[in-house]
């Protein structure tokens, strides 16, 4: 995992190998590196010199030459300035490119991964309204901070939480406990996620064993999506005022309401 996560920031597996080396056994010379990282002699010095000039691996300018690694403290905090560095880089030239939209088509999402990168997106810069259908399962810590700011942030937020476990717990008010996720499990066969932002984008699919999300600014797609969750809500607050007198009418679990054919 390791080696996966620092070939993510350029770092090839031989130069991660030589630079756990130098940190877990302190200065030594090239022949000593290769050693103990298990890197070929006619390879090492090349990585050597690679990490001397990323600045991670320091040399003496004696002979013979020895080798000693910056502190992973100070290798971290140097990953973090050259990795916020290229962002605001990023940021401020890509943000001047006007992007153009397609209003029509519907973008697929196939990975649990890139729909909570978008989920997550969506929540943090929407400015005026966020509507969304969440389960308890999809609530990473990130998600819920994000959910949380957003609340405090918009008038128009509307949440609806289904928790098969009876787990209606989260760190704002305006939310909506579903209670009836046995149903709708059966209904939708399985869970799922619904978002709309701003009326403008929606993401809306399944999110069990495949992954089957679908992201679009088509505005027949979003009022559809945004009245799915205002429904529920309108029905969730009329059980949450009229419980009582519900379950008279219809049954402890309004069993007799699903009642329409």
Known sequence: MLVKKMKQFGYTESETNIYLSLV????MTGYEVSKKSGVPRSKVYNNLETLVKKGVVLVNKSEPKIYSAISPEEFVSMLKQTTLGDIQYLDDHLSVIKEKEDDT?????????????KMLYMIEHAKESLYIQIWEES??????NALKEAEARLEVFVCILFSPSGHYTLPFKRFYPHGFETDKLEDMGGRWVNLICDDDIVLFGTLDQTCDVIWSHNKAMRLLAKEYVKHDAYTLKIIQEHGQEL???YGNDFEGIRKIF
């Not at 088509?105 to 990168?117: C, T």
């Not at 609530?139 to 819920?144: D, G, H, R, V």
């Open 139 to 144: 609530l990473t810590p990130t998600i819920i």
């Open 24 to 27: 877990e056994n302190g200065s």
């Open 247 to 249: 379950a008279r009418a």
């Open 105 to 117: 088509l519907l973008w697929q999402l196939e990975n649990k991964d890139a729909v909570q990168h």
